[in-house]
């Protein structure tokens, strides 16, 4: 064979190996648009850890948007619970004041309650919830000028 045959069969080699299909990678499917979980097996997850891993992802202002939560937020979230015959999650925080002092204001407060109640509210199940700061509600709700504590319903996700 002469070297120009040899070098055309290793031409042909290398167009042969630089056009064939890769091995398709295996992708888990995504987890369905009403779904609060980032993973497939989602199926697996209690509604109280679907609701941690949304306000997880809030508290550390993950989801790049204008936002009260930021790195300085993201060890806030103390407690998450749900309530499956009531449908009731609960929501506690450690102590934000220092960290979020202009939500305090009528429009920051506003604010805050509008950010955590569509994290709360994306997970499906979830009727209502009541937050506390440092395993109190009326903490919570004297901070952001309510003077009580307060639980938001999904419906308008107002005060009860």
Not at 63 to 83: H, P, Y
């Amino acid at each position: 064979m002469s070297g120009r045959a040899a070098s055309a069969i290793v031409l042909v080699a290398l167009l042969a190996c630089e056009r064939a299909e890769p091995e398709p990678a295996h992708v888990d499917p995504a987890p369905s648009p009403d779904s609060a979980a980032p993973f497939a097996h989602a199926a697996a997850m209690t509604t109280a850890d679907s609701l941690r891993l949304a306000l997880e992802r809030l508290v550390r202002g993950a989801d790049g948007t204008s936002t009260w939560f930021s790195q300085q937020t993201a060890g806030a979230l103390r407690e998450v619970g749900f309530d499956s015959t009531t449908r009731a999650a609960t929501v506690d925080f450690n102590d934000l004041r220092a960290l979020i002092p202009n939500a305090s204001s009528s429009a920051g407060s506003e604010a805050l309650l509008r950010e955590l109640n569509a994290a709360v509210f994306s997970v499906g199940g979830v009727e209502s919830v009541l937050y506390g700061m440092e395993g109190d509600c009326e903490l919570f709700g004297e901070w952001l000028q309510y003077g009580e504590c307060l639980v938001f319903t999904r419906e308008g996700a107002a005060p009860r």
